[in-house]
Each structure stands twice: as C-alpha cells, then as structure tokens.
C-alpha cells in the first residue's frame, strides 16, 4: 500500500496520559500535514512539517502538543496531558511539494482518539 | 483571517438529478482549489483540482472557478446514491485551508 499510512486507527487514553499518533507519508512525498476534525466540523490545520522541520505551527495549541518528522522514520503528533476536549479524529495529509501549485494533499485514514 | 465558506446542508437531490456544490473564499491570491469527498468516519480522498477560471469536467464531476467572484462549485450530473457524503472544499494559498463542508443526500 503506497498510500499515506496512519496508526494507530483508535487509540484511548484516559486524562492525563499521552497520546503518540504516527504518520508515514506517501512514497515520495517530504510534505506532510496535521488535521484535526471533531463531529460535525471540518478539518482544522494543526502543522505542517517537512524532514526534520516544522514549517507553519500556527494551528498548534501552545501547550501539550508537539509534532516532528525525523529524518528517519514516521511523523509522530504528540499529545501531552490528554483532556476531554482533545478527543477527535487526527488526520495526516502528504504531498509531495509544497511549492509547486498543482500538488494536492492525499489523506491517510485517521486516528480516532478518544478520551476516557 | 483567511476563510473557506459552504453551506453545511444538507442537501437533499433526487437520485439522477445534479447535485451542486458551492464554496466561496475570501483570499483573492489563492491559486488552488480541491474539492474532497468524506464518508462518515472515513478519511476525505481527492476528487477534483481546479486552478484556472472556468470548468473542468471529469466524468460525472464538473467543478467551475470564478476568481474574481471568489467562488468555486462543483456539480455533480446524474447523481447516485453513493454519492451522498459530505464534500470539503479547499484553498490553497500559503497553507490549504479547508470549508468546513456540505452534507450531501440523494433520494433514492
């Protein structure tokens, strides 16, 4: 499967635990993309990172969240301290050049994170 | 604040009828816009690009562009029950900014 992959698909955690949500990218794309979506709403932009660099943060919530892409290896978002509130489905998105205007994002199939 | 507007629905269509889909933006230097396809608890997939005013059709789906208007549509001919799902419309400028979506229901 080439596409973008995302794991796990649900994961639970109780307050104040930590979630580790992971992204590996479509083959051959160094773009990749954080969304968030809870019920009934659209897709919320969280950051955009590509290897080893995170490009626009700006839909990060300043506390208990953290994303990287390593050189090697998945794109980790990282949720300290879950509370109620973050529970929602966690999209990845990759693509394979930002610059170039005609490079749409292709979605991996989400984390359903919930919070007990 | 960079904004993506569409009627969140539903909208209901009979079965073989059009189905259309609007969405307006308020950045006039955006460059590109998508139309995605989301089913309940699935994740959007990429059903149209548009980049250049005026239409582009590909099989059942047309989607049209009017940059000065700042608006972009997508019809949808000879609706089918599976098309029903919630269709997001996006802009991309600097960063892709998501509508937060039209609910689509076709009436068998």
């Known amino acids: 499967n080439a596409g973008v992959m995302q794991n796990p698909r649900h994961l639970v955690r109780r307050r104040g635990q930590e979630a580790r949500l992971r992204c590996s990218p479509m083959?051959?794309?160094?773009?990749v993309y954080w969304y968030r979506q809870l019920p009934e709403e659209g897709l919320k932009f969280m950051v955009y990172l590509q290897k080893e660099n995170i490009i626009d943060e700006s839909g990060m919530p300043k506390e208990r969240f953290s994303a990287e892409f390593p050189k090697e290896g998945p794109s980790i978002l990282r949720i300290q301290q879950v509370v109620r509130g973050d529970s929602a489905a966690y999209f990845c998105?990759?693509?394979?050049?930002?610059?170039?205007?005609?490079?749409?994002?292709?979605f991996g199939d989400g984390t359903r994170l919930s919070i007990l | 604040q960079k904004e993506v507007e569409q009627n969140s629905g539903p909208l209901s269509v009979p079965e073989g009828a059009i189905a259309s889909l609007n969405c307006t933006y308020s950045?006039?230097?955006?460059?590109?816009f998508f139309w995605y396809r989301q089913y309940s608890g699935k994740s959007p997939e990429l059903i149209m690009s548009?980049?250049?005013?005026g239409d582009k059709e590909d099989g059942r789906f047309t989607a049209q562009l009017n940059k000065a208007s700042q608006y972009v549509s997508l019809l949808i001919r000879d609706s089918q029950p599976s098309d029903s799902a919630t269709y997001l419309c996006?802009?991309?400028?600097?960063?892709?900014?998501f509508g937060k979506g039209t609910r689509l229901h076709i009436l068998p």
């Open positions: 083959k051959g794309h160094s773009h």
């Open positions: 548009i980049y250049s005013n």
């Open positions: 998105a990759s693509s394979a050049a930002f610059t170039a205007r005609n490079q749409p994002q292709h």
């Open positions: 950045d006039r230097g955006s460059q590109s």
């Open positions: 996006a802009v991309k400028d600097d960063k892709i900014i």
